[in-house]
């Protein structure tokens, strides 16, 4: 994705006198803008909707909405943690934040299962079935999202690696025989760790088949995914919603344990009498 504020500055003498009023405003208050809308940022810097909506023509993009997302990318990777939390305030406001945020996280799965590359997901699938070994690697909050789809893999295959670690020379100890037989899954969202494009880029550079869940085309590990499976996460505070990586997870889980069911059953035959042995559940509920 190109540095649009790069852009932005770079072309302000080209502008005209109202699309310079627009370009000061958003250098300096590129967190405020990505959410307004093009009546409301307008009327801030005192030019005319359509003058805002030409602007981001301009600029190469098809309309406003473009636009603005683009400045909401932005805000997304480049904001502190604080910045984040004034931006969260500013769009929840005071009212019902139960219902702002589970409306809005359904939103997000609605917008991820619209958006999702279908052929991506049963390529994934495949490739996981067929992995020699699999690694899961997922960094800070995304550690979360790899340990929930660790176990449930491990539940249908001994060949599961989950890569935890706060060391990068730890984790290279971990990925370094990975091969061409191997696959990685790579969560990753904003702010993105590097650990991560590390790791993914020494995965593609050994010829094992990489995973990437993340949010977007520009995220840093997608021009390395042989398959990319994105999720919307929209900022919901100073962490991003996961709802819809969880549920992408959820369903690659789904889809391997129906795509290896006859193994699959035997193993929980196993693991069931295993439990049962070592009393590992409370047999006294419902």
Same mark, same amino acid.
């Given at each position: 994705?190109?540095?649009?504020?790069?852009?932005?500055?770079?072309?302000?003498?080209?502008?005209?006198?109202?699309?310079?009023?627009?370009?000061?405003?958003?250098?300096?208050?590129?967190?405020?803008?990505?959410?307004?809308?093009?009546?409301?940022?307008?009327?801030?810097?005192?030019?005319?909707?359509?003058?805002?909506?030409?602007?981001?023509?301009?600029?190469?993009?098809?309309?406003?909405?473009?636009?603005?997302?683009?400045?909401?990318?932005?805000?997304?990777?480049?904001?502190?943690?604080? !910045?984040?939390?004034?931006?969260?305030?500013?769009?929840?406001?005071?009212?019902?934040?139960?219902?702002?945020?589970?409306?809005?996280?359904?939103?997000?799965?609605?917008?991820?299962?619209?958006?999702?590359?279908?052929?991506?997901?049963?390529?994934?699938?495949?490739?996981?079935?067929?992995?020699?070994?699999?690694?899961?690697?997922?960094?800070?909050?995304?550690?979360?999202?790899?340990?929930?789809?660790?176990?449930?893999?491990?539940?249908?295959?001994?060949?599961?690696?989950?890569? !935890?670690?706060?060391?990068?020379?730890?984790?290279?100890?971990?990925?370094?025989?990975?091969?061409?037989?191997?696959?990685?899954?790579?969560?990753?969202?904003?702010?993105?760790?590097?650990?991560?494009?590390?790791?993914?880029?020494?995965?593609?550079?050994?010829?094992?088949?990489?995973?990437?869940?993340?949010?977007?085309?520009?995220?840093?590990?997608?021009?390395?995914?042989?398959?990319?499976?994105?999720?919307?996460?929209?900022?919901?505070?100073?962490?991003?919603?996961?709802?819809?990586?969880?549920?992408?997870?959820?369903?690659?889980?789904?889809?391997?344990?129906?795509?290896? !069911?006859?193994?699959?059953?035997?193993?929980?035959? !196993?693991?069931?009498?295993?439990?049962?042995?070592?009393?590992?559940?409370?047999?006294?509920?419902?």
């Amino acid at each position: 994705m190109r540095n649009l504020l790069s852009d932005i500055e770079a072309r302000m003498p080209t502008f005209s006198k109202g699309q310079k009023l627009i370009s000061n405003y958003i250098l300096e208050n590129y967190d405020k803008a990505a959410y307004m809308t093009a009546s409301k940022l307008g009327k801030i810097v005192h030019v005319s909707e359509s003058t805002v909506v030409r602007f981001a023509i301009e600029l190469g993009f098809a309309g406003y909405p473009e636009f603005q997302h683009a400045l909401q990318e932005i805000v997304r990777t480049k904001l502190t943690a604080a !910045q984040r939390m004034e931006v969260t305030n500013t769009l929840i406001g005071d009212g019902d934040i139960l219902s702002k945020i589970l409306i809005g996280d359904a939103e997000k799965i609605k917008r991820t299962l619209d958006e999702i590359d279908r052929d991506a997901f049963d390529t994934a699938v495949k490739r996981l079935a067929n992995a020699k070994n699999i690694y899961i690697l997922g960094f800070r909050a995304s550690s979360s999202l790899a340990g929930f789809l660790a176990h449930g893999l491990r539940m249908i295959s001994d060949n599961v690696r989950f890569i !935890q670690t706060t060391s990068g020379s730890e984790m290279f100890e971990q990925i370094m025989s990975i091969g061409e037989d191997d696959v990685m899954v790579a969560i990753s969202f904003p702010r993105y760790s590097k650990r991560m494009i590390n790791a993914v880029n020494f995965a593609k550079h050994a010829g094992a088949d990489v995973i990437a869940i993340t949010d977007s085309t520009a995220s840093p590990i997608a021009p390395a995914a042989d398959q990319l499976l994105l999720a919307k996460s929209d900022m919901a505070s100073f962490a991003d919603s996961l709802v819809a990586p969880l549920s992408i997870i959820n369903a690659l889980i789904v889809a391997l344990s129906r795509h290896k !069911q006859d193994e699959l059953r035997v193993r929980l035959r !196993q693991l069931e009498e295993i439990w049962d042995e070592y009393d590992v559940y409370d047999k006294n509920q419902g």
